[in-house]
């Protein structure tokens, strides 16, 4: 039997689990259902924080778009006035 064998019977040799490794199952999934909460509350504030930016960008394209019209009809007005004028 080579070496490597020899390691792989070793390494799947069946082994009896420490007494306390029930304990430290039990204590670290008490310990990791904390942090689910924790990212859940971050996540929604970056969710709300998100949304309130998206929303105030939304109105500034609004506003541009109405403030750009409002400069065409302006221009309009203005450019039917100054032929008026120049008649």
Not at 13 to 26: V, Y
């Amino acid at each position: 039997m080579d070496d490597l064998e020899q390691q792989l019977r070793r390494a799947f040799q069946p082994e009896e689990p420490p007494a306390d490794l029930t304990e430290r199952i039990l204590e670290r999934t008490r310990s990791r259902r904390v942090a689910p909460r924790w990212m859940a509350a971050a996540a929604s504030v970056l969710i709300a924080v998100s949304a309130g930016y998206g929303y105030r960008w939304h109105q500034g394209q609004t506003a541009k778009r109405e403030l750009l019209m409002a400069f065409r009809i302006t221009s309009t007005k203005l450019n039917h006035i100054q032929m008026q004028v120049v008649r």
